[in-house]
C-alpha cells in the first residue's frame, strides 16, 4: 500500500492504494455529451506512462529519432510534451487539494485537465493534480510526478492473484451497456449501446492483430469475436493467401496451435497469460484483452440463438427479454486504436504501409467510434 504526499510540504494527498495495471479504455473519448463512470477502482492506482496533454507538438515538428526514443514508429497527429508518468485514481481517493478554478481547460460539462494541474494542495498551494470528469472522458485524478511522492505505508501486503483464482473471482465485462447523457429535452438521459471498455479493448487489440497478421489475412472463430474483429480485420487486410489463425487462449482453455491467441491481461501487473512450457501455442503471437473482456469472450453465449428444451432450472435466474441490442454494427475505439498501433516497431515495416493506405477516411469512419 502506499499513500501520495505533496512534494512541496509533504501533506498527505490520497487515502492508501494499492497499484494495479492501467485500464486499456484510459485515453478513450466515447460519444457526444456521454457521462463516462470513474476510471479507477476505490483503493487502486496505476501509472500511465506516457505524457497527457499540452504543450503539443505537431509530427512535422518532430525528429523521427526523437518519436521513436519515446515508443512511437509511425506518423500521429501530435505528441504531448507533457511529463510521462501520472499516477491515475479514483476522484474518492483524493485527499487535502482544491480545484483551482482558472484552470477549468477546454471542458463544457466538467473538467479535462488540458490546461495541466487544476487542484492544489490545501497546505502550501502547490498545484498537484488534473481532475477530469467532462461528458465523454473516463472521471479521474491524475497526479502530477513532478509534486507528488508515493511512499509505502503500513499493511499486508497481498501477492498477485494466480491465473485461476481471477478466473473465478472476476466479473464479465457485458458487451451492452446503457449510457448516461447529459441534459435533453427531459434532462438527464440514457441510452442502450455496444460497452465503451469493450470498443476501447477492441481497439487495443485490432492494432496488435494488425501488426501480428504479418501482412496477410487473419481468420477469428465464428461468434462474438467475428463481430468483434471480423469486419476490420477483413477491410484492412489483403485479401487472399495463406491466413494466420487467431484463437482465444488462457487459463482453463485447452491448448491451441494457431498462429495468434487473444489471451487475457493481469489486472494487477499488466502481464499477459503465456502457456507454460513448450507447448503448440508457445511461439505465437499474444494479443492482449482485459480479463473481464477475455472472459466473455471465451464464455458461452448467455441467450441461445434458438429456444433449448426443458424448463429453467428453479435456481437460475434470468433477465428475460435480453437487454436491448445496439442499432449499428460493432466498431472499435479509434484513439485506443491509433495509441497502440504506432507504438510496436513492427509498424515500419513495409508490409504495414499498405495496412495505413486502406485506413481512408471513409475506411476508418464504417469501423471505428
Not at 65 to 85: F, K
Request: glycine fraction near 10%.
Amino acid at each position: 500500500m502506499f499513500v501520495f504526499l505533496c512534494a512541496g510540504c509533504g501533506a498527505e494527498l490520497t487515502a492508501p492504494l494499492s497499484r494495479v495495471a492501467l485500464p486499456v479504455h484510459a485515453r478513450q473519448k466515447y460519444g457526444n455529451a456521454a457521462q463516462l463512470p470513474v476510471l479507477m477502482r476505490s483503493g487502486e492506482f496505476a501509472v500511465d506512462p506516457d505524457p497527457w496533454g499540452g504543450p503539443w507538438r505537431e509530427w512535422d515538428e518532430t525528429d523521427p529519432g526523437e518519436a521513436a526514443a519515446r515508443g512511437i514508429y509511425a506518423p500521429v497527429h501530435a505528441l504531448s510534451d507533457g511529463t510521462p508518468g501520472a499516477s491515475v485514481i479514483a476522484p474518492g481517493d483524493i485527499r487535502g487539494t482544491r480545484l483551482i478554478p482558472e484552470k477549468r481547460g477546454g471542458a463544457c460539462c466538467g473538467l479535462d485537465g488540458a490546461d495541466g494541474p487544476n487542484m492544489a494542495c490545501e497546505v502550501c498551494d502547490l498545484p498537484v493534480a488534473a481532475r477530469v470528469d467532462d461528458c465523454s472522458l473516463w472521471q479521474m485524478v491524475r497526479l502530477d510526478p513532478d509534486a507528488v511522492r508515493r511512499v509505502p505505508v503500513g499493511g499486508v501486503h497481498t501477492a498477485p492473484l494466480a491465473w485461476a483464482e481471477l478466473v473465478a473471482k472476476e466479473e464479465e465485462t457485458p458487451l451492452f451497456e446503457p449510457i448516461a447523457t447529459w441534459g435533453g429535452p427531459l434532462g438527464s438521459s440514457h441510452y442502450w449501446s455496444w460497452s465503451p471498455r469493450w470498443e476501447a479493448a477492441a481497439g487495443h487489440a485490432l492494432a496488435h492483430l494488425l501488426v501480428a497478421s504479418e501482412g496477410r489475412p487473419v481468420e477469428v472463430p465464428g461468434g462474438l469475436a467475428a463481430v468483434v474483429f471480423r469486419r476490420a480485420l477483413d477491410a484492412l487486410l489483403p485479401p487472399g493467401g495463406p491466413k494466420r489463425r487467431a484463437v482465444p487462449a488462457g487459463p482453463g482453455q485447452p491448448d491451441a496451435d494457431a498462429d495468434i491467441l487473444l489471451v487475457p491481461i493481469h489486472p494487477r501487473t499488466g502481464r499477459t497469460w503465456a502457456p507454460e512450457g513448450a507447448t503448440a501455442s508457445a511461439s505465437a503471437y499474444p494479443v492482449p484483452l482485459p480479463l473481464g473482456v477475455w472472459l466473455r469472450l471465451v464464455s458461452p453465449e448467455p441467450y441461445p440463438p434458438v429456444p433449448v428444451s426443458g424448463r429453467i432450472p428453479r435456481d437460475v435466474l434470468r433477465d428475460d427479454p435480453p437487454p436491448p441490442r445496439p442499432g449499428q454494427l460493432f466498431r472499435a475505439d479509434r484513439r485506443t486504436f491509433q495509441h497502440t498501433l504506432v507504438r510496436p516497431p513492427a509498424v515500419r515495416g513495409p508490409w504495414m504501409r499498405t495496412i495505413f493506405e486502406n485506413l481512408t477516411d471513409s475506411v476508418s469512419a464504417r469501423l471505428f467510434y
